[in-house]
């Protein structure tokens, strides 16, 4: 009897316990799956005055977003310039095909519209790619075709503080509110449209932004 609780005793030490594997070597804690790919985040701090392009790891896409320091609180600013409809620069660095782009609205106006990109390629006159951005009276999601604005959808107003954010999947747009979707988005928050499957994110603006910026910008995989 004593034999076999000890050959008992024995076996239950072999068992793997909660959080632990075992392998031939011996054994090692559990590492949760990271879920998504990569993120990568911008204050805009580190920038001068001037074009946003260049600085940093941003480059051109449609014409100049421009940061400020104003000052206060919140110092470095995003927006566009007033002499351009559609400016926007892309985050150059490695993105999966279905992608996020997200801002920090710090202010906002009652004209120039601030916001996002996805799958955005080109520059300039070969400029591809769709936009999410918003001012006091309304938001829009864009698709851009060689540097000319195809409007896919309108919706609703936005005010300064709320999170801009519009992802990509396959070929499903999801327009997003402070975390929830913007449902004044073709009633879900989500368009469908297949000319676009790959490109970078990045942020886009109309018309003179002066009065609409962002003060925090973050893109990466789903």
């Not at 499957?197 to 962002?214: P, Q």
Request: charged content about 20%.
């Amino acid at each position: 009897m004593k034999k076999i609780f000890l050959i008992l005793s024995f076996l239950l030490l072999l068992l793997p316990v909660e959080g632990q594997i075992l392998r031939a070597s011996g054994s090692y804690n559990k590492v949760q799956a990271v879920v998504g790919g990569a993120v990568y985040t911008d204050d805009f701090e580190a920038y001068p005055d001037g074009h946003l392009a260049e600085q940093g790891n941003w480059i051109l896409w449609m014409a100049d977003v421009d940061v400020y320091d104003w000052g206060g609180e919140i110092n470095t600013r995003a927006f566009g310039n007033s002499f351009n409809n559609i400016s926007g620069d892309i985050y150059n660095d490695d993105f999966e095909d279905d992608q996020y782009a997200e801002i920090v609205i710090a202010q906002v106006g009652a004209t120039g519209k601030i916001g996002v990109g996805v799958r955005m390629s080109g520059s300039e006159g070969t400029a591809d790619g769709y936009i999410f951005y918003a001012d006091q009276a309304e938001c829009q999601l864009i698709r851009i075709d060689n540097g000319v604005a195809d409007t896919l959808a309108t919706g609703g107003a936005y005010i300064a503080t709320d999170v801009l954010r519009l992802e990509v999947s396959g070929s499903v747009l999801s327009c997003y509110k402070n975390g929830v979707l913007d449902t004044s988005i073709d009633t879900d928050g989500h368009v469908t449209d297949a000319t676009y499957s790959t490109g970078k994110a990045g942020i886009a603006t109309r018309h003179d932004s002066t009065g609409s910026a962002a003060s925090e910008w973050e893109g990466g995989d789903l």
